[in-house]
């Protein structure tokens, strides 16, 4: 469980620093230089990732502008835009509601510009969430406790 705990707020860091740029690569035709498994696969974009991990989460608020499955590793993620500061309040509040206790809170102000880059480790005994959040930009890693 420590070990688990320790992985998801690695997790949570990269997500932090992986969002504080807000700019999204163009999404490319071609594999080279994709390291990704194999057994990752892209959901469809604008749809809420309806799966085993979901299940029971609040759907937040905004777009979705991808989401991923990842097989090997048994997760999921989305990243949600068009989501301001009090949406994503009201969203973490939800998931306090839907019985979400935080484990750890990170945040960062991120050089060269005016906003601070939040992220939150959340469990509910069952499941996992990391969260980041930075103005407009919200992004959510799935999983299940592995006891």
């Known amino acids: ?79 949600i835009t068009g989501i301001r500061e009090s949406d994503y309040t009201g969203y973490m509040e939800n998931l306090k509601q839907e019985g979400f206790s935080t484990i750890a809170d990170v945040s960062e102000e991120v050089e060269g510009a005016d906003y601070v880059s939040s992220g939150t480790l959340l469990s509910n005994g069952e499941k996992w969430l990391s969260i980041s959040y930075i103005p407009d930009s919200l992004t959510i890693y799935i999983s299940f406790d592995n006891k």
């Not at 690695?10 to 490319?28: D, T």
């Not at 989401?67 to 989305?78: H, I, M, P, Q, T």
Request: proline residues 8%; aromatic residues 6%; glycine residues 6%.
């Open 1 to 79: 469980m420590k070990q688990h705990i320790s992985i998801l707020i690695i997790v949570l860091m990269i997500s932090l620093a992986a969002c504080s740029n807000q700019a999204i690569p163009p999404a490319s035709t071609s594999n080279a230089g994709n390291i990704q498994s194999n057994n990752v696969t892209m959901l469809d974009e604008g749809v809420w990732p309806v799966n085993v991990y979901t299940e029971g989460l609040p759907v937040p608020p905004g777009t979705v502008a991808w989401a991923a499955l990842d097989e090997e590793y048994k997760n999921c993620s989305a990243h």
